[in-house]
């Protein structure tokens, strides 16, 4: 991606934030009403406190420019720290199916929730959590990544037998047993020894 997509896309993101932030200060009514105490100032107020009657208004669209500004600071930071999270914590697995027929290398296809840590193609590594430690079970890889954001995942075959009664119940969609799978986007040095040979 270009720095001057990058740049439009973040001063979009920027004033979409704006124009939401307008609408949750209600910027529009103080508008409004800096207009109406405007007029009430220069009816009601003597002509010798015209200073008043510029203050008046000038102070409401003062306050309300401000409120829209901390609000749509707010709010960046919000998302970002959103965003940010997202990125920290890695994707649970939401349910799992057998393989279709074009997936036979596979013992179980696993679905994840969205996340950007992975893309399409990516290899991952499957652990178990035992009891507060997790235990490397097989390599897995990103069959697709669904319209939704929900990504599928590929186990590999040789999984060790230790794992078996595991797998039959992840197969079963025992939903214990599903939130103790552990998916991370990376591939330990031990297996890329004992899958590749390096």
């Known amino acids: 991606m270009s720095n001057s997509s990058e740049i ?6 920027f004033r979409s934030i704006l124009w939401h932030s307008c609408k949750d200060t209600y910027a ?21 406190a015209i200073p008043l009657k510029v203050l008046l208004p000038i102070l409401v669209v003062a306050i309300s420019i401000l409120s829209v500004f901390i609000h749509a600071a707010l709010t960046a930071h919000n998302k970002y720290i959103a965003e940010k999270e997202s990125m920290s914590f890695l994707p649970s697995v ?19 929730n969205p996340t950007p840590l992975l ?22 890889h990103v069959c697709t990544i669904q319209d939704n954001g929900f ?5 590999e075959l040789d999984i060790p037998e230790a794992h078996t009664e595991t797998l039959k119940k992840i ?7 599903l939130q103790k799978i552990k998916v991370k986007p990376f591939i ?10 390096t």
């Open 8 to 13: 439009k896309k973040q001063s979009d993101k």
């Open 28 to 48: 529009p009514v103080s508008g409004g009403l800096s207009i109406l105490i405007a007029l009430i100032s220069y009816i009601f107020i003597p002509d010798k």
């Open 94 to 112: 939401n349910q799992a199916i057998n393989p279709p027929p074009h997936y036979n290398d596979y013992s179980v296809i696993i679905i994840l």
């Open 119 to 140: 893309g399409q193609d990516s290899m991952v590594s499957i652990y178990y959590d035992r009891d507060g430690c997790e235990i490397y079970m097989c390599l897995g």
């Open 151 to 155: 990504i599928q995942i590929g186990l």
């Open 171 to 177: 197969t079963d969609n025992n939903t214990s047993e």
């Open 188 to 197: 330990p040095k031990f297996a890329l020894a004992q899958n590749y040979g």
